[in-house]
Nanobody, 115 residues
Framework: QVQLVESGGGLVQPGGSLRLSCAAS????????MAWYRQAPGKQRDLVAAVTSGGSTSYADSVKGRFTISRDNAKNTVYLQMNSLKPEDTAVYYC?????????WGQGTQVTVSS
């Protein structure tokens, strides 16, 4: 089992920044992909950004150039730096980890972008 605990969500004005953190614990050996998804009210959960154990990253088109995903393997933590936030970034953000073809999810953290 892998446990994921997110932190760092909150309320921010348009154009502002937030950094989300996700700490992994438990059987973390061989976690190959960690990622962030988000889900707005009434919408499906979508991939925001992902990072492999080797450091390769990928991003949704809507966040490219604004968000940066990073991974600290020593701390078993993945981060999502979010800059130039827009109201349409408002959602619950979920941490995701894949280990041996099994998916694990965090409980989610709310990000609200509003003036």
């Amino acid at each position: 089992q892998v446990q994921l605990v997110e932190s760092g969500g909150g309320l921010v004005q348009p154009g502002g920044s937030l950094r989300l953190s996700c700490a992994a614990s438990g059987n973390i050996f061989s976690i190959n992909v960690m990622a962030w998804y988000r889900q707005a009210p009434g919408k499906q959960r979508d991939l925001v950004a992902a990072v492999t154990s080797g450091g390769s990253t990928s991003y949704a088109d809507s966040v490219k150039g604004r968000f940066t995903i990073s991974r600290d393997n020593a701390k078993n933590t993945v981060y999502l730096q979010m800059n130039s936030l827009k109201p349409e970034d408002t959602a619950v953000y979920y941490c995701y980890a894949q280990r041996v073809m099994v998916a694990y999810w965090g409980q989610g953290t709310q990000v609200t972008v509003s003036s």
